[in-house]
């Protein structure tokens, strides 16, 4: 499942499951192949349309549809997770302590109790769903207490890091 930011403006839940198109979590027909110049054909509630990908940075894509300009910034689970939790990048509020966002093991701790960190500095990394996860910083502080180590299985919501 993503979430689909278009132009600032509109925000759609997007999912591919199986073959089976999602929006909105509404089941839907779309039938879209990828043409030999890069672009893609697609047909949507009967309509063509003609899709170019512009840049693709997954931050910020362009989009050229039909003519039509679009910028679109996608949000994976993980990435709606951590703006739950208050730990995305573009958060500005200061956080007490550092939970686990999902189940895991911690596969590196990057700092030890007493270091100062700043917005955005790496704190440890954290398997999960087979995937390794950077968990950064969300504002600047102190590490007072470190609670998981390097090997340690962690639950979701678990304590790892309390700063001061």
Do not use: C, W
């Not at 050229?64 to 208050?86: P, W």
């Amino acid at each position: 499942m993503y979430s689909a930011n278009v132009n600032d403006r509109s925000v759609f839940e997007v999912s591919l499951n199986e073959g089976i198109f999602k929006l909105n979590n509404t089941e839907t027909e779309l039938d879209i192949i990828k043409n030999g110049d890069g672009s893609f054909h697609a047909i949507y509630k009967g309509k063509s349309y003609t899709i170019k990908v512009k840049d693709d940075n997954r931050e910020n894509m362009g989009l050229e549809i039909n003519k039509t300009d679009y910028r679109v910034h996608l949000k994976n689970e993980l990435d709606l997770l951590l703006t739950k939790l208050g730990m995305d990048k573009n958060s500005d509020h200061k956080i007490n302590e550092l939970k686990a966002p999902m189940p895991g093991m911690v596969l590196k701790v990057l700092v030890k109790e007493g270091d100062p960190v700043k917005k955005g500095e790496g704190l440890l990394v954290l398997e999960a769903m087979k995937m390794e996860n950077n968990i950064k910083a969300a504002g600047d502080g102190l590490v007072e207490e470190i609670k998981i180590k390097a090997g340690d299985k962690v639950e979701k919501n678990q304590l790892l890091i309390r700063f001061s």
